[in-house]
């Protein structure tokens, strides 16, 4: 029989790869600290539990329906370094599943599940639990099932305390409700509904204006009584609750996510080569952080339109007789809801009428 001690022989082997960088025991205790997060995701869709090779999900499509599938993919970018100077990961978990869930709304798809890739340096169980929390919380109110993913730890990759978080989402919609409408025209108004902040896109000039060249101190107001860290962390905004019972009606006709090229690059993401979208550049009030940074960095408003939402986080193309009706439901439902221009015949283009530098002297 083999005695107490020799069974745990096979242990050993963990502390050569803990001195080349990898602490198994760190993992194990990362992924204890997360389960209970990622089980409170759990739809009746779900089977199994976490730790498999796979996630299994059951889907049950609608008798007569066309089912579609859609997947997307995407990250958080810098803002991940202010996560880590505040020493709070929580938002950034939220905003990876909220980016991604916006990203397959606007073609008019609900969420399924989704799955995170989260890598580092060296294991660091609390900081995964934070950015796990954040993810399940947003999974939660899309009524999306955090479905898996996977813990890295690669410290010949990565520098000390260096680390990424990546977010992949799949969702359905039926064929005949896929958005953009072959019904876009002239005439349709462009709804604008107001952003949080910079959401997930910017930071790095951001971060080299206020932070790098400004050294601004991120438990202080820049602009408010927030603390810059607070401001700059503000969760990415996800549409999806105030717009879910819209998605099938057909004065609804297109939706576009503002991300990163801002509006001038992601309206034409929407449009055919029969219409262009009119901005009228001061028919939403613009939050202050973006003057900020565009004047302490010398940002003109044109790059500006192209790198920050600049206070509209997604745009809703509705039919004209609608757009009261829709913008009234939408402020109902909490968003911050302007009428920012119309559809005009052209050739898929984005016109910004009003644009000038005084746009971020009128937020000082």
């Given at each position: 029989m083999d005695t107490a001690d020799e069974k745990d022989d096979w242990r050993m082997g963990s502390e050569a790869y803990k001195k080349a960088g990898v602490d198994i025991d760190a993992q194990d205790d990362a992924i204890d600290r997360i389960k209970g997060h990622v089980k409170s995701t759990r739809t009746d869709a779900v089977l199994g539990d976490v730790g498999r090779f796979g996630g299994l999900f059951a889907t049950r499509w609608e008798t007569g329906s066309e089912p579609i599938l859609v997947a997307s993919a995407d990250g958080v970018g810098t803002k991940l370094k202010i996560a880590a100077r505040v020493g709070d990961y929580t938002t950034i978990g939220q905003c990876l599943v909220n980016?991604?869930?916006?990203?397959?709304?606007?073609?008019?798809?609900?969420?399924?599940?989704?799955?995170?890739?989260?890598?580092?340096?060296?294991?660091?169980?609390?900081?995964?639990?934070?950015?796990?929390?954040?993810?399940?919380?947003?999974c939660r109110e899309?009524?999306?099932?955090?479905?898996?993913?996977?813990?890295?730890?690669?410290?010949?990759?990565?520098?000390?305390?260096?680390?990424?978080?990546?977010?992949?989402?799949?969702?359905?919609?039926?064929?005949?409700?896929?958005?953009?409408?072959?019904?876009?025209?002239p005439g349709d108004v462009l709804l604008g509904l107001g952003s949080t902040g910079l959401h997930t896109n910017g930071y790095s000039l951001a971060i080299r204006v206020l932070l790098e060249?400004?050294?601004?101190?991120?438990?202080?107001?820049?602009?408010?009584?927030?603390?810059?860290?607070?401001?700059?962390?503000?969760?990415?905004?996800?549409?999806?609750?105030?717009?879910?019972?819209?998605?099938?009606?057909?004065?609804l006709k297109g939706l576009a996510h503002i991300t990163g090229g801002g509006l001038v690059d992601n309206l034409p993401r929407i449009?055919?080569?029969?219409?262009s979208a009119r901005i009228e550049v001061g028919t939403w009030p613009v939050p202050p952080i973006f003057?900020?940074?565009?004047?302490?960095?010398?940002?003109?408003?044109?790059?500006?339109?192209?790198?920050?939402?600049?206070?509209?986080?997604?745009?809703?193309?509705?039919?004209?007789?609608?757009?009261?009706?829709?913008?009234?439901?939408?402020?109902?439902?909490?968003?911050?809801?302007?009428?920012?221009?119309?559809?005009?015949?052209?050739?898929?283009g984005v016109d910004l009428v009003g644009a000038s530098d005084s746009l971020f002297e009128a937020v000082a």
């Amino acid at each position: 029989m083999d005695t107490a001690d020799e069974k745990d022989d096979w242990r050993m082997g963990s502390e050569a790869y803990k001195k080349a960088g990898v602490d198994i025991d760190a993992q194990d205790d990362a992924i204890d600290r997360i389960k209970g997060h990622v089980k409170s995701t759990r739809t009746d869709a779900v089977l199994g539990d976490v730790g498999r090779f796979g996630g299994l999900f059951a889907t049950r499509w609608e008798t007569g329906s066309e089912p579609i599938l859609v997947a997307s993919a995407d990250g958080v970018g810098t803002k991940l370094k202010i996560a880590a100077r505040v020493g709070d990961y929580t938002t950034i978990g939220q905003c990876l599943v909220n980016h991604c869930v916006n990203d397959i709304l606007v073609q008019g798809a609900h969420p399924l599940f989704f799955m995170d890739y989260v890598s580092m340096s060296t294991m660091d169980p609390p900081l995964v639990e934070g950015v796990v929390s954040g993810m399940a919380k947003a999974c939660r109110e899309s009524g999306c099932a955090l479905l898996g993913g996977e813990l890295a730890e690669m410290p010949g990759l990565y520098q000390p305390g260096d680390f990424d978080i990546a977010g992949f989402v799949v969702g359905q919609v039926d064929r005949s409700e896929v958005l953009p409408r072959e019904t876009l025209a002239p005439g349709d108004v462009l709804l604008g509904l107001g952003s949080t902040g910079l959401h997930t896109n910017g930071y790095s000039l951001a971060i080299r204006v206020l932070l790098e060249d400004g050294a601004l101190p991120l438990d202080e107001p820049l602009v408010g009584d927030e603390p810059l860290g607070r401001t700059l962390l503000a969760v990415h905004r996800c549409y999806l609750p105030s717009l879910r019972g819209w998605l099938r009606d057909p004065r609804l006709k297109g939706l576009a996510h503002i991300t990163g090229g801002g509006l001038v690059d992601n309206l034409p993401r929407i449009l055919d080569a029969k219409v262009s979208a009119r901005i009228e550049v001061g028919t939403w009030p613009v939050p202050p952080i973006f003057g900020e940074i565009a004047r302490r960095g010398e940002v003109s408003v044109d790059e500006a339109f192209r790198v920050f939402n600049l206070g509209i986080g997604l745009v809703a193309v509705v039919a004209a007789d609608a757009a009261d009706a829709i913008a009234a439901a939408l402020t109902d439902a909490g968003e911050a809801v302007y009428r920012i221009g119309e559809l005009v015949p052209g050739d898929g283009g984005v016109d910004l009428v009003g644009a000038s530098d005084s746009l971020f002297e009128a937020v000082a």
